[in-house]
């Protein structure tokens, strides 16, 4: 295996998290992560923290690709975890990895003390 390729780690199921909502993974280090399942069952995850004001996402409601913030209804796209325009920041994004209704993530991003894209 090269220092690149991932290790991955099992999480859940696909159908442990609803479409249209998340589940919260907890980390060694940092903050949680929060995976999010989209109405055409593509799986997203992100730090679960706004990059506004640290607000929790997974408690947002998903809609498209996208989850809105609970606080203050900043809308964050789950592909890059950035906020939509006239919004500006972005919050880190993982690599997930989806096998036979499993839901992995990388060891080494969860391991690890990520705490933003920038």
Known sequence: ?????????????????????ARRVDRPQGPQIAIFRTQDDEVFAVLDA???????????????????CPLHNWTIELEDGCARAPDVGCVKTFQVNVQDDTIYLDAHEL???IESNH
């Open 50 to 68: 706004c990059p506004h004001k640290g607000g929790p996402l997974s408690q947002g409601i998903v809609f498209g690709r996208s989850v809105a």
């Open 1 to 21: 295996m090269t220092p690149n390729t991932p290790t991955w780690i099992r999480i859940c199921h696909l159908s442990d998290i609803p479409r249209l909502g």
């Open 111 to 113: 391991n690890s003390n």
